[in-house]
C-alpha cells in the first residue's frame, strides 16, 4: 500500500505571487505541444504548415482548452453549484477542468482559425490531435500533484491512500490517466503521423482512442460525489467519452471512402 505525497500545491513563490504546479503543468504541456509540432513541420512537409502558422493556431488551442475546459466543467459537472457562487467560475488554480469542455474548445477554436486561414477544418484539427496529448499527460500529472480525482477503493498492491480524500486505498487512476490519455495516445498518434494519411483520419484516431481509453479508466475512478453514477452504471465521464468513439468511428469510415474516391486508396 502507497500514500499519495503530501506535495505543496505551490511550486514557487515569488514575491506576492504563487505559481503552481497545477498551472506549470498546463504550461510544460503547450511547450511540448509546441515543441512537437515543429518537429511535424520539419518531418512531414505534406502538412504544408509553416511554424509561424502554427503559433499562431496554438493562440486558439491554449485560449479553447482554458476557456473551454473550465466552462465545461462548471456546466458537465457542477452547474447547480457555480449558479450559487459565479465568481468562483474563475478561480482555475483550485482546479476544475473538463476534458471534453476543453475538447469542444479546441475543436471550435480549430473551426475558427480555419475559417480565417482558409484551410479545411479536418486538415487543422489532424495537424492538432498528436498535440493536444501533451496537455493531457501533463494535466492529469497535475491532477496528481494536488491529490484530487483519486480512484475508487481498491487491494490492489500498488493501491494509494490520498489522506486529504478519506483513509482507503485507491487507484491512482491519475496516473493511468496520465500514462494512457499522454504517453500512449501520444505515442499511437506521432507514430500513425509520420505517413500521410487521408483528411480526417488522425483526427478519428484520436476520438476512438481516446474515448476508449478514458471509457475503461472511468472504471478505476472514483464518480464525482454530487453526481454519482448515472444510467447504465455509467459515469458522466464514460457517458461523455460513447459520442467521441461513435463520431470517430463515423469519422475513420468517411475518410477511408473519401480517399478511395479521390484515388488516394494506397493512403487509406
Known amino acids: 500500500m502507497l500514500i499519495h505525497p503530501d506535495f505543496d500545491p505551490v511550486a514557487i513563490h515569488l514575491g506576492p505571487l504563487a505559481v503552481r504546479w497545477y498551472g506549470l503543468m498546463y504550461l510544460f504541456g503547450f511547450l511540448a505541444g509546441a515543441a512537437a509540432a515543429r518537429w511535424r513541420i520539419r518531418t512531414q512537409p505534406w502538412l504544408r504548415w509553416t511554424v509561424e502558422e502554427a503559433d499562431n ?82 494535466g492529469r500529472i497535475g491532477n496528481f500533484i494536488n491529490g484530487e480525482l483519486p480512484g475508487r477503493v481498491t487491494d490492489v498492491p500498488w493501491g ?56 475503461l479508466v472511468e472504471f478505476t475512478r472514483e464518480p464525482d460525489g454530487f453526481l454519482g453514477l448515472l444510467a447504465l452504471g455509467f459515469s458522466m465521464g464514460q457517458w461523455l467519452s460513447l459520442p467521441m468513439i461513435l463520431l470517430g468511428v463515423y469519422l475513420w469510415r468517411w475518410s477511408k471512402k ?9 493512403e487509406a
Open 160 to 215: 494509494m491512500i490520498f489522506p486529504h480524500f478519506d483513509r482507503l486505498p485507491r487507484h491512482p487512476s491519475q496516473l493511468y490517466e496520465a500514462l494512457l490519455e499522454g504517453v500512449v495516445l501520444g505515442t499511437i498518434l506521432l507514430v500513425f503521423s509520420r505517413r500521410q494519411r487521408p483528411l480526417g483520419q488522425m483526427s478519428a484516431l484520436f476520438l476512438i482512442c481516446y474515448g476508449c481509453f478514458r471509457f
Open 258 to 266: 473519401s480517399a478511395i474516391m479521390n484515388g488516394n486508396n494506397k
Open 57 to 138: 493556431f496554438l493562440t486558439y488551442v491554449v485560449l479553447g482548452v482554458i476557456l473551454g475546459g473550465r466552462l465545461g466543467y462548471v456546466l458537465f459537472y457542477k452547474a447547480d453549484y457555480y449558479l450559487v457562487h459565479p465568481l468562483e467560475v474563475f478561480a482555475v488554480w483550485q482546479g476544475g477542468m473538463s476534458f471534453h469542455g476543453g475538447f469542444l474548445g479546441v475543436v471550435l477554436g480549430g473551426w475558427l482559425y480555419a475559417r480565417r486561414s482558409g484551410r479545411h477544418w479536418l486538415e487543422v484539427t489532424d495537424f492538432v490531435a498528436p498535440l493536444v496529448t501533451f496537455g493531457l499527460g501533463f
